[in-house]
């Protein structure tokens, strides 16, 4: 009651306090708008909807009309109604009526002139446009803006005074009374009813970030955020996913909640296209009409689409399908509420990106570690190991320990060339260089011991589908083949071709040197093959004519066997 004191005092000063004389005892001004202050101060303080039922029944009661109506316009554009509130009529009659009132005649002139009408006979108004059939009879009209501040937030209307007479101009008092008290409580409750809305999204937020700093995982909290988006506006479903590209398809749906989910991803899809497009979230009802809801009715239900862009580029997509407004009066507050979860989707995707490049960083640093461990520590002991073995050979020592200790040097080399290989796999390529950059690199170190550089045809449209693993053991076949040439084949020429063969991957290394002994140890290139057929493929050694060798490899495009 404390909070309405203040519009109850800016009430009485419109009205003369010594012409409530005047009035009979049971409809005296001032106990009238006492009792209705009190009688609207016990009501729910966030029953909004009741409300403005409450005050149109007693606009009616004051005035002694038999029918009342208030208009609310609608959020954001105040030329139209999004809400009609109707008292004395029966359901029977509201059905035989059929559609609302949409502002226009009489009950629009209040729409574009927010001023006080009295009418003894609405019907013989020049912009009068009479009534749809089952209407009832409504002749005297009494209407006034309700205000809250300088802004109109609807019209209040009392039509068809008891006995047919006319409003007095005592009525036209009380009924002003009434919209500045109206005006007051509407705007408290709408205050209560944000700081509620604001209550419950701080906790939704509190929750949120909780999650995110205890949970192991990021992407865990994504069904968080779609729960509480669903259990504040009892939405019938929610999704989030994800979408890249230039026409935002396909969409990637990391998680949902919800009966027939997908189904309503699909239906939503022009709505989140449009969004995606201009950047904005996007709001609209699944009513087919722009006709104002009426109280006591079912009204529309809300679907809201809000894009975020995260740091990689890529769009996620918040989407909360048929969610119920806190009243009927407004749904901006929710909105906002469904964009502040969208942002805080954003967030944890950001999170997952973040804490993925972490592991992918925290896992080149080990590997680039044990390279370095291994090229600084592991080789060269054991060169000097071998070193040391090539010093016992000028020794006078027996035959069989001398191929003993040429054996063993020769493993030495073997194993030297394996650890370079596995330096060479745990090293990360350079992040957005081509594959054929990788592969002159390759041959640029071959160039000093085989006396000259290599010639490379390589199909650039690789880079397109390699996988990293792909392109790790392409580079160590590369390696070895070249390596196998520069010790063995004398060549002075050698071409490297690599290409795609529909959905496999080859790759010919051509010399024109002494070509294949007899009988040879296959060691470093046994590995090659080995590859080949760990990926699913093969490798052959053929005779190049008029000289030389060919080394051809082919492995499967896309099978990820290690």
Not at 97 to 107: N, T, W
Not at 441 to 453: C, R, W
Request: charge should be negative; glycine fraction near 8%.
């Amino acid at each position: 009651l404390d909070d309405v004191r203040p519009c109850l005092s800016a009430t009485l000063t419109v009205m003369d306090p010594s012409s409530s004389a005047n009035f009979p005892p049971d409809r005296n001004p001032v106990r009238s708008l006492l009792s209705t202050v009190q009688d609207l101060s016990l009501m729910d303080p966030t029953d909004l909807d009741g409300l403005l039922g409450r005050i149109v029944e007693v606009a009616s009661q004051m005035t002694g009309a038999r029918y009342g109506a208030m208009s609310v316009l609608t959020e954001g554009d105040p030329t139209k109604w999004g809400h009609f509130v109707t008292h004395g009529l029966s359901e029977a009659e509201c059905r035989l009526i059929g559609a609302l009132p949409c502002g226009r005649g009489v009950l629009g002139r209040l729409l574009s002139h927010p001023t006080g009408v009295r009418l003894a006979d609405l019907t013989q108004e020049a912009d009068a446009v009479g009534f749809p059939p089952g209407h009832p009879t409504m002749r005297s009209f009494l209407g006034r803006p309700i205000r809250i501040g300088s802004t109109v937030f609807g019209n209040l209307y009392v039509t068809e005074k008891a006995h047919g007479q006319p409003f007095t101009e005592e009525d036209e008092e009380m009924l002003e009374a009434l919209t500045v008290v109206a005006g007051g409580v509407i705007d408290l409750t709408r205050q209560r009813l944000e700081a509620q809305s604001h209550r419950a999204t701080s906790e939704t937020i509190r929750q949120i970030n909780r999650a995110l700093l205890f949970e192991d995982d990021p992407a865990h909290v994504v069904p968080l955020v779609l729960a509480q988006a669903r259990r504040l506006r009892q939405a019938e479903a929610a999704a989030v996913f994800t979408t890249t590209g230039g026409d935002y398809s396909p969409f990637d749906v990391i998680a949902a909640e919800g009966a027939g989910v997908s189904a309503l991803v699909e239906a939503a899809r022009a709505h989140v296209m449009h969004s995606l497009s201009v950047g904005t979230s996007l709001h609209w009802t699944d009513s087919d009409t722009d006709s104002p809801s009426q109280l006591g009715g079912a009204g529309p239900r809300y679907n809201s689409v809000v894009p975020v862009r995260v740091n990689d580029g890529t769009w996620v997509v918040l989407l909360v399908v048929g969610w119920i407004p806190a009243t009927r009066v407004t749904h901006r507050c929710t909105e906002g509420v469904l964009e502040a979860l969208g942002d805080q989707v954003g967030l944890v995707m950001d999170r997952v990106a973040a804490r993925r490049t972490h592991d992918i960083l925290m896992q080149v640093d080990d590997r680039e570690r044990i390279a370095r461990d291994l090229h600084d520590l592991v080789i060269q002991r054991i060169f000097a190991a071998g070193l040391t073995l090539q010093g016992a050979t000028r020794l006078a020592l027996p035959q069989a320990a001398q191929d003993r200790i040429e054996s063993t040097i020769g493993e030495l080399d073997a194993t030297i060339r394996d650890i370079r290989s596995t330096i060479f796999a745990l090293t990360p390529a350079g992040n957005g260089a081509s594959v054929q950059k990788h592969i002159h690199e390759l041959m640029d170190t071959y160039a000093v011991s085989l006396g000259f550089t290599p010639v490379l045809l390589c199909d650039e449209a690789l880079d397109d589908v390699l996988t990293e693993h792909r392109r790790l053991a392409l580079l160590l076949v590369l390696r070895e083949a070249l390596s196998n040439v520069s010790r063995h084949a004398h060549a002075t020429s050698v071409q490297v071709e690599v290409r795609m063969d529909g959905d496999r991957l080859g790759v010919d290394v051509t010399d024109n040197g002494v070509g294949l002994p007899d009988h040879y140890a296959e060691s470093g290139l046994g590995n090659v093959r080995s590859r080949a057929l760990r990926h699913g493929g093969s490798m052959t050694l053929s005779a190049h004519t008029p000289s030389g060798t060919v080394l051809r490899w082919q492995v499967p495009l896309h099978d990820e066997r290690a």
